[in-house]
């Protein structure tokens, strides 16, 4: 596919048909991505839909952001 992915990693996919801003902001929501624990058993979690997400581990859906399990308005309230 593309020989160019060492550096950006799996947001070479776009090509240049996408700017780099948007390369940059897709890369760190895909990295960040990987870092997602469930609240109840703090294993990995993935997203079912928009906003709704599942454990791999105990099988608990709950409701979180769009691409976070927590959104950054909820931990706001929460302090």
């Not at 960040?32 to 839909?49: E, F, L, M, W």
């Not at 608990?60 to 308005?73: Q, R, T």
């Amino acid at each position: 596919m593309y020989s160019h992915t060492k550096r950006i990693g799996s947001v070479g996919r776009f090509g240049v048909r996408t700017g780099k801003k948007i390369r940059e902001e897709m890369r760190k929501i895909e990295d960040d991505a990987k870092n997602n624990v469930c609240p109840n058993c703090a294993k990995k979690v993935t997203r079912k839909a928009v906003g709704v997400w599942e454990c791999n581990f105990c099988s608990m859906v709950f409701a979180g952001g769009s691409y976070f399990p927590v959104s950054k308005k909820k931990s706001q309230v929460e302090e």
